[in-house]
């Protein structure tokens, strides 16, 4: 009999652990210490308070596979899943008892599969979740470097934008060195840690919705069955949509978040954790398009579109926050246009060997 969804998903996560651990053990000393400084700020990257205990556990699980895995479901898949489910609240009923699974992958962001079983689940890849946090404290940074409200003057704001940059190539290529570019910008003790989580978290659970508004949505039906290619000889059955049903999910997601947070949710968290993400994204396509042509995703729209559109839904549900929205947006649209000239820059020159 084939394995449950969920032992399924916990298997290939522990089974695609291995490069993840070649790579690590691998490393040189001095890497791996500062890899294991950074396991220690890991709880604020997610967003999620983990006591003493749980740090020592993480820093016990980068020595075990199998550990990590466990720990990859159930402290970064589960507490997301239950977010996720708890802004949709009673309607949450068709999607429950859905497995959400942590891949240890850098390709495909959120997707719905097919087990052996025939049971549904719901992939995330590290890639996208594990930046999130981290782009928000990036960002927020940039965003306030010069003025009287900065977040941070410690660093330039051309480091800062190099930082997210480097945080684009690491989540498409899983280059530690991009990673630690990055890292070495990251304070875990900044006085805006909590915002950035918070953030992080926004844009995180936005993923998971948009994933169960497809199936609430009744999109399965409509969907095509792809392939997500894990390695060289194995494949994944996965769902994959057509634009507009792609759309009127992330519509859905979003509406979601909305009425469950309207009371708190203002302009200015919208644009500081949609938008950088949407925006990194984008610049992720970038990455991705000048080191591979192919599309990694069979489906899901371009980053630009999807923001234009959730700028609109949000703008009609908070007429009253139009002009901080368009202000923020500027900022946001400039500071990113910068990065990706400046990343298009920099990857022709280093495949030119110019
Ligand atoms: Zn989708």
Excluded at 167 to 191: E, M, W
Aim: net charge negative; aromatic share 10%; charged share 20%.
């Amino acid at each position: 009999m084939p394995a449950s969804a969920e032992q399924y998903i916990h298997d290939l996560c522990e089974r695609l652990m291995d490069p993840v651990f070649a790579g690590f053990i691998d490393a040189p000393a001095s890497t791996r210490k500062e890899i294991l400084d950074y396991g220690d700020a890991h709880a604020a990257q997610w967003g999620y308070s983990l006591d003493s205990e749980s740090l020592s556990r993480f820093r016990g699980v980068l020595e075990n596979r199998h550990a990590l895995a466990e720990y990859y479901q159930e402290e970064i898949a589960a507490p997301l899943r239950r977010a996720a489910l708890s802004h949709l609240g009673e309607d949450a009923e068709p999607v429950r008892n859905i497995p959400v699974g942590l891949l240890p992958l850098l390709t495909f962001d959120a997707c719905a599969g097919i087990a052996p079983s025939g049971e549904k689940f719901i992939a995330l890849d590290f890639g996208l979740g594990m930046c999130c946090t981290f782009l928000m404290e990036l960002f927020g940074k940039l965003r306030t470097w010069g003025s009287d409200w900065a977040h941070d003057p410690g660093h330039s704001a051309e480091e800062y934008a190099a930082g997210i940059a480097s945080l684009a190539y690491f989540s498409v290529t899983g280059s530690r060195d991009a990673l630690l570019v990055a890292l070495r910008l990251h304070d875990p003790a900044a006085t805006h840690a909590k915002g950035y989580a918070a953030s992080g978290l926004v844009a995180r659970t936005w993923v998971l919705l948009h994933e169960y508004q497809h199936i609430l949505l009744g999109h399965l039906d409509h969907a095509e069955v792809a392939h997500l290619d894990l390695s060289a000889d194995e494949q994944i059955p996965i769902m994959s949509y057509q634009h507009s049903l792609e759309m009127a999910a992330d519509r859905a997601a979003l509406l979601t978040f909305i009425s469950h947070a309207r009371a708190s949710l203002s302009a200015y968290s919208f644009v500081e954790s949609l938008g950088p993400l949407l925006r990194f994204m984008r610049l992720r396509e970038v990455v991705r398009s000048l080191l591979r042509p192919a599309p990694p995703h069979p489906s899901h729209p371009g980053a630009e579109e999807r923001w234009r559109a959730a700028l609109a839904v949000f703008v009609a549900e908070f007429p009253e926050t139009e002009g901080l929205a368009d202000w923020s947006c500027g900022l946001l649209d400039g500071s990113f246009d910068a990065i990706e000239k400046d990343v298009r820059t920099q990857l022709y020159r280093s495949q030119t060997g110019g």
